[in-house]
Antibody, heavy 119, light 107 residues
Framework: QITLKESGPTLVKPTQTLTLTCTFSGFSLTTSGVGVGWIRQPPGKALEWLTLIYWDDDKRYSPSLKSRLTITKDTSKNQVVLTMTNMDPVDTATYYC???????????WGQGTMVTVSS | DIQMTQSPSSLSASVGDRVTITCRASQSISSYLNWYQQKPGKAPKLLIFAASSLQSGVPSRFSGSGSGTDFTLTISSLQPEDFATYYCQQSYGNPRTFGQGTKVEIK
């Protein structure tokens, strides 16, 4: 059974850097084809894809946020870490960690973690 | 970026109704189209991948069709637990993009 769980701060100040950790189980990020990504959703709004890291350490970023995002993996800990710099109130959202499954869809989602950006 | 446009943005329907939601891509995405269901306060759930493949465990009343730029999600007989917001998402190009969502409400 695949599970993912997000952890990190619930409140950050403007201009600060956000660091979120996704801890997963039920699969290995060393297995060919596997990927883990991040998707966010501002309150009452649609989903926005942010980034994805693959088993071979290939990384993809949303072009509009690429300069602010970094995704890394620690296969020994079964973790993926998202870093987002220069946080702004518009970045207030629920951040989801996701498993890339067959058909290149996001088949398993974490419960999400709400991050508020406010001074 | 590939833009995904869903219609309608919301709809009201009754239990037992047949419901169809459409999703249009701004360029051809072959069959790289996925559908998700999201209930309030919950993470989205994958329903359909690769335009028409039913995700394991998803009831057969859900179906998907289309290719190229035009896609549909159909619920053959709406059930009380199906009232939710539905999103399409393309996995053809980067960035992966989602539609704006379609909220299915009780009539």
């Amino acid at each position: 059974q695949i599970t993912l769980k997000e952890s990190g701060p619930t409140l950050v100040k403007p201009t600060q850097t956000l660091t979120l950790t996704c801890t997963f189980s039920g699969f290995s990020l060393t297995t060919s084809g596997v990927g883990v990504g991040w998707i966010r959703q501002p309150p009452g709004k649609a989903l926005e894809w942010l980034t994805l890291i693959y088993w071979d350490d290939d990384k993809r970023y949303s072009p509009s946020l690429k300069s602010r995002l970094t995704i890394t993996k620690d296969t020994s800990k079964n973790q993926v870490v998202l870093t987002m710099t220069n946080m702004d109130p518009v970045d207030t959202a629920t951040y989801y960690c996701v498993h890339r499954g067959g058909g290149d869809a996001f088949d398993i989602w974490g419960q999400g973690t709400m991050v508020t950006v406010s001074s | 970026d590939i833009q995904m446009t869903q219609s309608p943005s919301s709809l009201s329907a009754s239990v037992g109704d047949r419901v169809t939601i459409t999703c249009r891509a701004s360029q051809s995405i072959s069959s790289y189209l996925n559908w998700y269901q999201q209930k309030p306060g919950k993470a989205p759930k994958l329903l359909i991948f690769a335009a028409s493949s039913l995700q394991s465990g998803v009831p057969s009343r859900f179906s998907g069709s289309g290719s190229g730029t035009d896609f549909t999600l159909t619920i053959s007989s709406l059930q009380p637990e199906d009232f939710a917001t539905y999103y399409c998402q393309q996995s053809y190009g980067n960035p992966r993009t989602f539609g704006q969502g379609t909220k299915v409400e009780i009539k």
